[in-house]
């Protein structure tokens, strides 16, 4: 059975500062995603890693998964206020014949930056 | 327009009422899921359409009814809930069960009493 396992769950950070949301899971995947939600909002797409060794970054945001290790980390450089907000990771099924698209998800890691 | 657009967006229902929940996608999508979100537990995946067939009940109570009756309609038909099925229910689209992103409505917000 595939589970997920994001830590932390609640991240209080200052501002300017780094750091790093860790996601494990338990069984091979060929996928994995990023995801962010705002409290009563809906969940918005962040990344999606395909490959050992992919890295994506998008502003203060990098995100990296290693497929041997089945680790993905979401790296937060300098954060500020605005990214406040649950972040989740999401791993893809795989069943036979090949991947499909039902997710599991982690627990979400809720990320509050103070000033 | 947003890509998928759920309704109500609240709601609030007696153990004995039926009600139904309706998210329709505007992106092309031939794949349609509803997922539960609880407070402190992960999102659970409850049920997957691909192509208007069923593909994964993951074990949900048959109180919970799907409907799919194109790739751009999915709803989710209640009755007799019990109050610990008062969540968040979050409808997504993908191009196909096998694709994998999932872009997600905002969810409705179910209270049952």
């Known amino acids: 059975e595939l589970k997920v396992e994001q830590n932390p769950l609640f991240l209080s950070m200052q501002e300017g500062k780094n750091y790093t949301i860790y996601c494990n899971y338990s069984?091979?995947?060929?996928?994995l995603y990023w995801y962010r939600q705002d409290p009563g909002k809906s969940l918005e797409s962040l990344f999606v890693?395909?490959?050992?060794?992919a890295v994506k970054q998008e502003g203060r945001l990098m995100a990296s998964l290693d497929t041997k290790a089945r680790l993905s980390t979401l790296h937060i450089t300098a954060a500020v206020h605005d990214l406040s907000a649950t972040y989740f990771c999401?791993?893809?099924?795989?069943?036979?014949?090949?991947?499909?698209?039902?997710?599991?998800f982690g627990k979400g890691t809720k990320l509050s930056v103070k000033p | 327009e947003t890509g998928v657009t759920q309704t109500p967006r609240h709601l609030v229902m007696g153990m004995t009422n039926k009600k139904s929940l309706k998210c329709e996608q505007h992106?092309?999508?031939?794949?349609m899921y509803w997922y539960k979100q609880s407070a402190k537990k992960p999102l659970e995946l409850m049920f997957v359409?691909?192509?208007?067939?069923?593909?994964e009940n993951n074990s949900v109570p048959s109180r919970f009814s799907p409907e799919c009756p194109n790739s751009s309609h999915l709803f989710l038909h209640l009755h007799t809930l019990q109050p610990e099925d008062s969540a968040l229910y979050l409808c997504?689209?993908?191009?196909?069960?096998?694709?994998?992103?999932?872009?997600f409505g905002e969810g409705s917000r179910l209270t049952v009493l």
């Open positions: 997504a689209s993908s191009r196909t069960s096998n694709t994998g992103e999932l872009f």
């Open positions: 359409y691909n192509f208007k067939e069923q593909t």
């Open positions: 992106l092309g999508h031939n794949a």
């Open positions: 999401a791993v893809a099924k795989v069943g036979d014949g090949g991947s499909q698209g039902n997710l599991i």
């Open positions: 069984t091979t995947s060929d996928r």
């Open positions: 890693l395909l490959s050992n060794g």
